[in-house]
């Protein structure tokens, strides 16, 4: 699909906003000349007082075109976001679809509405939402409801906080659903021994650097992948050098994401327990055999079940469950009966994910049946009915490009049980030094919203090959503390 831009600014949005309405379509994004032929035109006609922005949709043979004009003395959206609530309409009234959350299209939309509620009140923060971002009025609320409840756990961090991010790239088999580098276990065999060898350094170096520059560990978190993949051995190792390197007595919480229940077993379990893990997920996506047949998963609702029951008699008291709305085959009455069974079982954490159709994802390449939006809109809509009730509330969320219905993914817990990772991961909180392949250091400013990233390389085969390479670009770290120091 053709997108002609009035100028380079406004290309990262255009086309944004137009996947929202068409996630999986080709777009060409371009500034100047126009070829012809069908596709989205934008426009913006600036006077002493006003700017105009008006589009013009031709596509399967019907034309709509839309225009609004803002004065200059009340703007107060940025301009690429006016002319996204332009084509917004265009693009609603062609496709028949009011997609929930507007023109919004970013990954944190609880973030921004923090930002406005200290900038402007929680009354006028809602109303923005509502009236200029054209945000449904349940997701508002709902993204309101998860600002308020993340302020308790910012509050905990301090200007030397950080967080440890561990990443363990490999998983029994690769879902159908899913886009991430991982690698599975019977390909990358030959990997491992190096791979946690050199995290182990890598680990230590940033040790050193934490150390140095006066930073205070708040949570460790253990990402994948799937991380129980590894041996308990290779747990151990990891988890040992992890106690030996860092100062972990201001340490509030120790995730691992167990994850795969194919993976778990209680050798390893008792390795993390060992190891003064606090917090793991065990994640069933949903406990219909035929859906986890449908996707790739080699384990049964009833493995599920008694991995997670073994985590309870090992002492586990904080564990966090997964599930995906949208998935091929499910129903809504399939996913009702999933989230009842999770609600039964009660765990402290909840999470409910929308179905993203990435690019690289197996469900996308063989063109599987997928469910356009409605549907798993019922799915979301029946665990944010189920879940209150039940005693859990929203924590945290964030949303992905290219998810049926252009939904959300939101993290529910019970009382006190917040993952305070998730927190400063979404609200972007502190710095989160990670090591592994595929990780991403993010590096905060205590003192301002200056986010700098420093990337590790994306695949384990780069990650050991290169990795004195790799190892350079910590000195990043120790740059940025000097250049932001107060």
């Given at each position: ?257 167990a994850g795969r229940p194919d993976t778990v077993d209680r050798e390893k379990l008792t390795a993390l327990k060992n190891a003064g893990v606090t917090r ?51 129903t809504p009455a399939g996913f009702r009966r999933s989230i009842e069974t999770a609600i039964a079982l009660a765990p402290e954490n909840i999470t409910v ?134």
């Amino acid at each position: 699909m053709l997108i002609i831009c009035p100028a380079d600014t406004y290309k990262y949005e255009c086309e944004k906003i137009c996947r929202v309405f068409f996630p999986t379509a080709k777009f060409d994004v371009t500034v100047g000349a126009d070829p012809g032929g069908e596709g989205m035109r934008t426009f913006a006609d600036e006077t002493e007082k006003d700017v105009t922005f008006s589009c013009r949709l031709t596509l399967g043979g019907k034309e709509i075109a839309r225009e609004e004009s803002f004065s200059k003395n009340t703007f107060s959206m940025p301009r690429e976001m006016a002319l996204a609530r332009v084509m917004f309409d265009a693009l609603s009234e062609y496709t028949g679809v009011t997609p929930p959350w507007g023109v919004l299209t970013g990954v944190r939309p609880s973030k921004l509405m923090r930002a406005l509620i200290r900038e402007r009140g929680e009354s006028a923060a809602k109303e923005i939402f509502l009236r200029d971002y054209k945000v449904r009025a349940d997701k508002t609320d709902l993204a309101f409801s998860v600002a308020k409840a993340e302020d308790a756990g910012v509050a905990l961090s301090r200007p030397e906080s950080f967080s440890l991010y561990v990443s363990i790239p490999f998983c029994p088999t690769r879902c159908a659903y899913c886009s991430f580098v991982s690698h599975s276990i019977a390909s990358a065999k030959k990997l491992i021994p190096d791979y946690v060898k050199l995290l182990s350094e890598e680990l230590r170096a940033a040790a050193v650097l934490a150390k140095e520059l006066g930073l205070r560990l708040e949570t460790v978190y253990f990402g994948g992948g799937t991380p129980t993949s590894l041996s308990a051995e290779d747990l151990t190792a990891i988890t040992d050098t992890i106690r030996a390197s860092f100062d972990l007595s201001d340490l509030r919480e120790y995730t691992v994401e167990a994850g795969r229940p194919d993976t778990v077993d209680r050798e390893k379990l008792t390795a993390l327990k060992n190891a003064g893990v606090t917090r793991i997920s065990i994640n069933p996506q949903t406990f219909e055999n035929g859906v986890l047949e449908a996707v790739g998963r080699r384990h049964t609702a009833e493995e599920t079940i008694e991995k997670y029951k073994l985590a309870r008699n090992l002492g586990f008291d904080d564990i966090n469950m997964d599930f995906i709305a949208g998935l091929p085959t499910d129903t809504p009455a399939g996913f009702r009966r999933s989230i009842e069974t999770a609600i039964a079982l009660a765990p402290e954490n909840i999470t409910v994910h929308t179905l993203a159709l990435k690019t690289a994802a197996r469900l996308v390449t063989e063109k599987a049946d997928t469910d356009n939006g409605g549907v798993t809109a019922d799915m979301v809509e029946c665990a944010n009915a189920l879940l209150p009730a039940a005693g859990y509330r929203p924590y945290y969320m964030y949303r992905q490009s290219k998810t049926l219905g252009n939904l959300e993914n939101v993290g529910w817990t019970k009382p006190g049980a917040d993952c305070l990772y998730n927190i400063y991961m979404m609200e972007e909180v502190h710095t989160v030094l990670a090591a592994g392949a595929g990780a991403v250091t993010k590096l905060k400013d205590p003192y301002s919203d200056l986010l700098t990233r420093v990337y590790n390389f994306k695949y384990p085969y780069e990650y050991v090959s290169r990795f004195g390479e790799m190892l350079e670009r910590k000195d990043e770290v120790r740059r940025f503390y000097e250049s932001v120091k107060r």
